[in-house]
C-alpha cells in the first residue's frame, strides 16, 4: 500500500514535472492572454457588472457580493461572458440601447440588463423609441393588437336630442266666456251641455234684460224718425250702447232689417269648440259678470314641456318638435317652440317650453301626457370629432392625434354640443387631422407609462453619478 502510493505521488509529480519541461512555452501564452485583456480594460468603460458567480445579478457600478468577491466587468464584445440575460437585440442593432424597463410594465427600470422575479428579461428602450415632442410610437404589431383605429376629422351638422316630458294645455287664446254684462234672466237654454262641441253662431240660450230692451228700443225710434233717422250720425250712440251690453251682432242687425225691437235675446256661441263650463239654467237670474258658458276652440293646443337646465343652451324660439303622446303610440304631432319660460324651477331645475300643435281630430285633451323630441339640429356645418375619440378626466379633454408611422400625439381640445355619436370641437383640431377612435385608452396609458419610464431613467444616472450606496441597477 505505502508503494502504491509512492508511486502515484512519483507519476504526478512527473507529469507535473513534464507538463512543465515539455511545454515550456505553453504557460506563457495563457499568461499574455489572460494579462492583454487587463491591459486593455484600464482603457475601456465597463457597460456594466455582474455577479461572479455566474448569477443573474447585475450592478451599474463596482461592487462586491455577500462573500467580498468583486463583480465582474462586462464590455461591449463581451457579449457571451455576459450571461444568459445579455439581449441578443442589442448586438443585432445599431441604435443606443437608453435604458430597460420591466417586461411586466412595472415603473421599474435598470440601466443594464437584467431579469425580474419570474426571470423574464427586462425589455431595452432604444434611441428614438422615446422621444421628447409629446407624441407615442406604437409598433405595427402592437397597433393590429390593441385594434388602434383612427378616422379623419370633418364638418357636419350636429344634432343634440333634447327629451322632455310635458302635458297637453288649452289655447289661453282661444277660450271664450259668455257672461251678462246687465242684469238678466235666463228665458231658454239649449239642447247644450259641459262637453258638448259647438259651431260659431249655434244659439245656446234666450235672455231678457230691461237694459238690453231699453237701448234696442232707442236705437229703434232713432233709426225709424222721419227727421234723424236718414243720418247715420245720430242712430250711431244707441247703437254703441247695444255693442256696449254685448249684443251680438246678428240681433243688432236682425233689428236694423225688421225694424223690431226684441223682447229676448238669442245668445249664440262666439267659437268652434267644446263647451268648458255650463252654468246656465232655464229662469236664472244672472247678474253682471256672473259666467254663463265658458267654451274653448281646441283645434289648437298646447304642449307644456319641463326641458332641464342643462338643456337649455340647445333650444331656441322656432325649432321644430316631435310630439308622441302616450296614449297614442306610434303616432307622432309636429309643432314648433312658441315660448320659453324665462324661469327656472326650483325645485326639479327645469324651464319651461310652449309648444304649438295642430290638433284637427281633437283627440289631444287636457292634461294628457305627452313626450317632446326637439331638434336642435344647427344647419351649419362645424368641426366634429366621434364621442368615442374623446378623453375626458373631467379638468380636462383631450384626443390622440394620429400623425402617422406609429406615432400619436395627445393633444388638448375644447368641445363645444353634443349629439348623434359627435362631439364639435371648438378648439385645438384643424380639418383634415387623423384623430384615434379604438383603443385611445390603451395609447393613453402607454404614454403615461413611458412619461414614468422616462422619469426614472433619467433618476438612475443622476444616482449613479452621485455615488449612492445602493446602485440603482441592482435588483434581485
Known amino acids: ?55 443573474p445579478l447585475w450592478s451599474a457600478g463596482p461592487k462586491k457580493d455577500e462573500r467580498g468577491r468583486d463583480y465582474l466587468p462586462v464590455f461591449d464584445d463581451d457579449g457571451a461572458a455576459a450571461g444568459p440575460a445579455t439581449p441578443k437585440r442589442q448586438a443585432a442593432s445599431s441604435r443606443k440601447i437608453l435604458y430597460y424597463r420591466n417586461p411586466m410594465g412595472l415603473p421599474d427600470t435598470s440601466p443594464a440588463p437584467k431579469k425580474d422575479a419570474m426571470g423574464m428579461d427586462y425589455v431595452p ?93 232707442e236705437y229703434l225710434a232713432t233709426i225709424s224718425s222721419k227727421t234723424v233717422g236718414g243720418l247715420e250720425i245720430y242712430g250711431r250712440g244707441s247703437r254703441q250702447r247695444l255693442v256696449n251690453l254685448d249684443v251680438p ?64 343652451g340647445n333650444i331656441a324660439i322656432g325649432q321644430s318638435v316631435a310630439v308622441r303622446a302616450r296614449s297614442f303610440p306610434g303616432r307622432t304631432f309636429a309643432g314648433q317652440i312658441a315660448v320659453i319660460y324665462p324661469q327656472v324651477n326650483r325645485d326639479t331645475r327645469t324651464v319651461r317650453v310652449r309648444i304649438e300643435l295642430a290638433n284637427p281630430d281633437a283627440i289631444l285633451l287636457p292634461d294628457m301626457y305627452v313626450d317632446a323630441d326637439i331638434d336642435t339640429a344647427d344647419s351649419s356645418p362645424v368641426l366634429v370629432v366621434p364621442d368615442s375619440s374623446v378623453l375626458d378626466t373631467g379638468s380636462r379633454q383631450a384626443v390622440l392625434v394620429d400623425r402617422g408611422e406609429g406615432r400619436f400625439e395627445p393633444r388638448e381640445v375644447k368641445l363645444g354640443r353634443r349629439g348623434g355619436g359627435y362631439i364639435e370641437v371648438r378648439d385645438g383640431l384643424t380639418d383634415g387631422e387623423a384623430v384615434v377612435t ?30 449612492s450606496g445602493t446602485p440603482t441597477g441592482d435588483h434581485r
Open 1 to 55: 500500500m505505502k508503494m502504491l502510493r509512492l508511486l502515484t505521488a512519483l507519476a504526478l509529480g512527473g507529469g507535473l514535472v513534464l507538463g512543465a519541461s515539455s511545454y515550456s512555452k505553453g504557460p506563457r501564452q495563457p499568461a499574455l492572454a489572460g494579462f492583454a485583456p487587463a491591459a486593455a480594460a484600464a482603457d475601456r468603460t465597463p457597460l456594466y457588472y455582474r455577479d461572479p458567480t455566474g448569477a
Open 125 to 217: 428602450v432604444y434611441e428614438g423609441d422615446d422621444t421628447d415632442d409629446g407624441t407615442v410610437k406604437l409598433s405595427p404589431g402592437k397597433i393590429q393588437r390593441t385594434g388602434v383605429k383612427s378616422e379623419p376629422v370633418g364638418r357636419r351638422a350636429i344634432r343634440v336630442a333634447v327629451k322632455a316630458p310635458g302635458t297637453i294645455q288649452l289655447d289661453e287664446r282661444r277660450v271664450s266666456v259668455i257672461a251678462m254684462r246687465a242684469e238678466s234672466f235666463v228665458q231658454k237654454v239649449a239642447d247644450v251641455t259641459t262637453g258638448t262641441r259647438v259651431k260659431a253662431g249655434q244659439p245656446l240660450m234666450e235672455i231678457y234684460s230691461s237694459a238690453v230692451v231699453s237701448a234696442a228700443a
Open 249 to 312: 251682432e246678428p240681433v243688432i242687425a236682425e233689428m236694423e232689417r225688421t225694424r223690431t225691437a226684441l223682447v229676448t235675446i238669442r245668445w249664440s256661441a262666439p267659437r268652434d269648440g267644446v263647451v268648458l263650463e255650463r252654468n246656465a239654467i232655464e229662469g236664472m237670474r244672472a247678474n253682471p259678470g256672473d259666467v254663463l258658458f265658458r267654451i274653448a276652440d281646441t283645434s289648437v293646443v298646447w304642449a307644456l314641456a319641463d326641458v332641464a337646465e342643462r338643456d337649455l
Open 438 to 467: 379604438s383603443a385611445n385608452f390603451l395609447i393613453d396609458a402607454e404614454s403615461n407609462l413611458k412619461a414614468a419610464l422616462k422619469g426614472f431613467a433619467e433618476g438612475a444616472p443622476r444616482a449613479a453619478e452621485a455615488g
